[in-house]
């Protein structure tokens, strides 16, 4: 199966873990407390950070193309993140950790209207753990961005809008209105609407003990195309990324998946599993998946400040620096 596949499909899982927050057994009253519940730890006005732990015990691809994949999400691998939103200032913040191929990478940055602020300590230090594993094949590329890893000298580096827009695959997907997207997404979470969604869903998917409500969720039990459908609704994802991602999964079958999520509205936390395998008929490839996560909401401790200009590298910087310096390298040589 094709990597960019596998990737999407990586999102299908994420998709499903979500989405079974959306759905949980026993009794109508265990349905409505995890709507409600599921409701309230989205509510952008009462928490605007958390605590987001993805830990892969197994993530196995069976197929052609497979062993890299595999390599980088061993057992081990995973994300840990701690993500603030200020929403009056439109600041997003993410700091934290990413578990690859048994090495583990500090990641952190901030999203605003200008673009992408990124930790240059982190850039380099990715780069350096990493760059053993360049092919020499890709020489002067190779040359260049590591003149421009060099050059950086200030505290973050910025990927500014223009940039971003720049690559986009439609005009439709700028910048400005995907933070917009992150910033609307929780607010427009509403009970009327997970109650029209969700009616179909049977009350013995649902149990109830104490402040945590718990659903049990097959992936046999829901088409894959109706299940992004429903989480492009709940969560905002933009059309043109919804029906990329059906078009990519249309051949991947869910059936033999095992959810379990938790919601405990009282500890803010929302915990959860999957285990069982996906398959793709068509390229005969298929995946073990064995996926915790474990979320708890909050409120951040401080309001996150835009870098200042004094402390950020633009790539236009970065660019005619490493220029300057192969110059003068090779002026000396």
């Not at 990597?3 to 349905?31: H, P, Q, R």
């Not at 992004?228 to 051949?251: A, G, M």
Request: aromatic letters at 6%; glycine letters at 4%.
């Amino acid at each position: 199966m094709k990597k960019k596949t596998w990737i999407s499909l990586g999102l299908v899982v994420l998709s499903v873990l979500t989405l079974s927050a959306c759905s949980t057994k026993n009794s109508d009253e265990a349905k409505k407390a995890f709507i409600s519940d599921t409701v309230a730890l989205n509510n952008s006005k009462e928490y605007n950070s958390q605590n987001v732990k993805i830990a892969v015990n197994e993530f196995k691809v069976h197929g052609d193309d497979s062993s890299e994949f595999n390599q980088l999400f061993s057992k081990g691998a995973g994300f840990d993140f701690n993500i603030g939103l200020d929403k009056t200032n439109e600041l997003a913040v993410i700091e934290g950790k990413i578990s690859l191929a048994k090495k583990d990478y500090d990641l952190g940055l901030m999203m605003s209207q200008k673009g992408i602020y990124i930790s240059s300590s982190d850039i380099k230090s990715l780069y350096n753990n990493n760059k053993a594993m360049i092919p020499s094949s890709a020489g002067d590329a190779t040359t260049i961005y590591g003149a421009m890893i060099d050059s950086l000298d200030k505290s973050y580096l910025l990927i500014d809008s223009q940039t971003i827009d720049s690559s986009a695959q439609s005009s439709k997907d700028n910048w400005e209105s995907t933070l917009k997207q992150l910033f609307e997404s929780t607010s427009k979470m509403s009970e009327a609407d997970l109650e029209k969604q969700y009616k179909e869903i049977p009350n013995s998917d649902f149990t109830k003990s104490g402040d945590k409500v718990t659903v049990n969720f097959s992936g046999k039990d829901i088409e894959l195309k109706d299940l992004i459908d429903n989480l492009s609704t709940t969560y905002s994802i933009p059309k043109e990324q919804k029906e990329q991602l059906i078009k990519e999964s249309k051949n991947v079958d869910i059936s033999k998946l095992s959810i379990k999520l938790t919601v405990d509205k009282k500890a803010h936390k929302m915990t959860g599993g999957m285990t069982g395998s996906i398959s793709n008929k068509k390229e005969k490839t298929s995946a073990d998946i064995d996926i915790s996560l474990a979320s708890t909401r909050g409120k951040l401790k401080e309001t996150p400040k835009e870098p200042a200009s004094a402390d950020v590298n633009t790539l236009e910087e970065l660019q005619n620096a490493a220029i300057k310096k192969l110059m003068t390298q090779a002026s000396a040589a």
